[in-house]
């Protein structure tokens, strides 16, 4: 039996997983039109459910699940070691899934519920309306990890995107530089937007005309693109959403014989380990990703435990620092 299906379940009638697991553990502690509805459906869709899902509502496995896009990142492999350290000091076990094809998603969230988790810390901030779909009835604490939800039902820990991006920029309009061009990727990435939105705040602040691009976060694939940006006319500072897209650009802009700092200047938004291993070292925006996934896993223990299960879940704040180096004067 896939067990995804138990998302039908659930969702033909309009209620949690948990109390479908309910209805199928302990019918008389749910309301009988609400027990009838589900009966019903789980009749018409033949559904029969496994050990997995009768147990949902009362099972506790001190496992989480980690559900991220991929895992080629940098970045990912750094948070889940902050994920992990932190598991281990409160005695959790993890369990890694992979949301790497959209089309997949109900299938993959059936099998995360299916696994009988406590909680689920998701990275995944490209967040498609199947997910927000599927979050509604996850019957566990969901918490975004270097991600900002769309709904105030779901608490996250991050740092301050907005701030930071408004930060970098006005310090290079202070020094001087009128041409700001920041580059996001095509995907929509929610923390991508705030760092659009500190940008474009700190350009207008200095009536500054902005120069966004968008490009692919494949440096297989965005190196003719980067390339056609450096024919038009190469700006003085250039703001990269990711490491690996501005060592990219940087290692094009000096094959192409122009200088850096010196005629251009680079800056990434995360300093993973690439950005001192590159040549001129890179100058970033430290997102402390370790500290990140260290205090998420923290703060889900407490969203586990239900001592806060009527207050509104928390979005907190990490702090940041930007890093100076070669790519910059």
Same mark, same amino acid.
């Given at each position: 039996?896939? +067990?995804?299906?138990?998302?039908?379940?659930?969702?033909?009638?309009? !209620?949690?997983?948990?109390?479908?697991?309910?209805?199928?553990?302990?019918?008389?502690?749910?309301?009988?039109?609400?027990?009838?509805?589900?009966?019903?459906?789980?009749?018409?869709?033949?559904?029969?459910?496994?050990?997995?899902?009768?147990?949902?509502?009362?099972?506790?496995?001190?496992?989480?699940?980690?559900?991220?896009?991929?895992?080629?990142?940098?970045?990912?492999?750094?948070?889940?070691?902050?994920?992990?350290?932190?598991?281990?000091?409160?005695?959790?076990?993890?369990?890694?899934? /992979?949301?790497?094809?959209?089309?997949?998603?109900?299938?993959?969230?059936?099998?995360?519920?299916?696994?009988?988790?406590?909680? /689920?810390?998701?990275?995944?901030?490209?967040?498609?309306?199947?997910?927000?779909?599927?979050? +509604?009835?996850?019957?566990?604490?969901?918490?975004? !990890?270097?991600?900002?939800?769309?709904?105030?039902?779901?608490?996250?820990?991050?740092?301050?995107?907005?701030?930071?991006?408004?930060?970098?920029?006005?310090?290079?309009?202070?020094?001087?530089?009128?041409?700001?061009?920041?580059?996001?990727?095509?995907?929509?990435?929610?923390?991508?937007?705030?760092?659009?939105?500190?940008?474009?705040?700190?350009?207008?602040?200095?009536?500054?005309?902005?120069?966004?691009?968008?490009?692919?976060?494949?440096?297989?694939?965005?190196?003719?693109?980067?390339?056609?940006?450096?024919?038009?006319?190469?700006?003085?500072?250039?703001?990269?959403?990711?490491?690996?897209?501005?060592?990219?650009?940087?290692?094009?802009?000096?094959?192409?014989?122009?200088?850096?700092?010196?005629?251009?200047?680079?800056?990434?938004?995360?300093?993973?380990?690439?950005?001192?291993?590159?040549?001129?070292?890179?100058?970033?925006?430290?997102?402390? /990703?370790?500290?990140?996934?260290?205090?998420?896993?923290?703060?889900?223990?407490?969203?586990?435990?239900?001592?806060?299960? +009527?207050?509104?879940?928390?979005?907190?704040?990490?702090?940041?620092?930007?890093?100076?180096?070669?790519?910059?004067?």
């Amino acid at each position: 039996m896939n +067990q995804a299906k138990i998302y039908d379940i659930a969702g033909a009638a309009g !209620v949690s997983l948990a109390t479908v697991s309910r209805v199928l553990n302990h019918p008389e502690k749910v309301k009988e039109s609400t027990r009838n509805k589900v009966l019903r459906i789980i009749k018409e869709k033949g559904y029969k459910p496994n050990a997995n899902a009768r147990g949902l509502a009362s099972r506790r496995s001190t496992t989480v699940a980690i559900v991220v896009p991929r895992i080629s990142q940098a970045s990912v492999a750094e948070m889940i070691q902050g994920i992990d350290d932190s598991a281990k000091k409160f005695g959790y076990t993890l369990r890694l899934f /992979i949301n790497s094809n959209p089309k997949q998603e109900q299938e993959l969230w059936g099998e995360v519920i299916a696994s009988s988790v406590d909680g /689920i810390l998701l990275m995944n901030d490209e967040m498609t309306q199947e997910t927000a779909k599927l979050l +509604q009835y996850t019957p566990v604490p969901v918490l975004f !990890v270097n991600a900002i939800p769309k709904s105030d039902k779901y608490g996250s820990v991050c740092i301050d995107y907005q701030e930071s991006a408004y930060k970098i920029t006005k310090k290079m309009i202070e020094r001087g530089y009128k041409s700001i061009m920041f580059v996001g990727t095509e995907h929509k990435y929610t923390v991508n937007d705030y760092k659009l939105n500190g940008y474009v705040k700190a350009m207008e602040e200095a009536h500054l005309p902005t120069n966004i691009v968008f490009s692919s976060g494949d440096v297989s694939i965005n190196e003719k693109h980067f390339t056609q940006i450096m024919e038009n006319k190469l700006p003085e500072v250039a703001l990269f959403v990711r490491d690996s897209m501005a060592i990219s650009f940087m290692n094009i802009a000096v094959k192409k014989g122009h200088r850096v700092p010196e005629e251009l200047q680079i800056i990434g938004f995360q300093n993973t380990k690439y950005a001192e291993l590159s040549n001129p070292k890179l100058t970033c925006v430290e997102t402390p /990703i370790y500290e990140i996934g260290n205090r998420a896993m923290a703060y889900l223990t407490e969203l586990m435990r239900e001592t806060n299960a +009527q207050e509104k879940p928390k979005h907190i704040l990490v702090d940041y620092k930007v890093i100076w180096r070669e790519s910059t004067k």
